[in-house]
Nanobody, 120 residues
Framework: VQLVESGGGKVQSGGSLRLSCTASGLTFGDYNIGWFRQAPGKEREGVSCISNVDGPSYYADSVKGRFTIARDNAKKTVYLQMGSLKPEDTAVYYC??????????????WGRGTQVTVSS
């Protein structure tokens, strides 16, 4: 299984970015896929997750109303559209597989991450 994150970059506060997570080596449509982030000196934080079946997506309170998660099973890709970015969103963002459902953050398999930097 391989997950590859992309789309990070440097933006000013209030800006937008769209992250992508492309998977290989698995039947993509069978899996819940999530995003978590880690900033220097801080604990890992679950950001969002999308189910493999129709159902509610998960968002951390810190990103609700600003981030939207979506998936394209044909492209084996999950997207994280991030808007109204804040400096506190600065982190390395990773996508991961949630074998126990989106409400469970015992994740497996993640990529190398993509850096998001938001300046004030």
């Amino acid at each position: 299984v391989q997950l590859v994150e992309s789309g990070g970059g440097k933006v000013q506060s209030g800006g937008s970015l769209r992250l992508s997570c492309t998977a290989s080596g698995l039947t993509f449509g069978d899996y819940n896929i999530g995003w978590f982030r880690q900033a220097p000196g801080k604990e890992r934080e679950g950001v969002s997750c999308i189910s493999n079946v129709d159902g509610p997506s998960y968002y951390a309170d810190s990103v609700k109303g600003r981030f939207t998660i979506a998936r394209d099973n044909a492209k084996k890709t999950v997207y994280l559209q991030m808007g109204s970015l804040k400096p506190e969103d600065t982190a390395v963002y990773y996508c991961s597989i949630h074998p126990y459902g989106c409400s469970d953050w015992r994740v497996v398999s993640w990529g190398r991450g993509t850096q998001v930097t938001v300046s004030s």
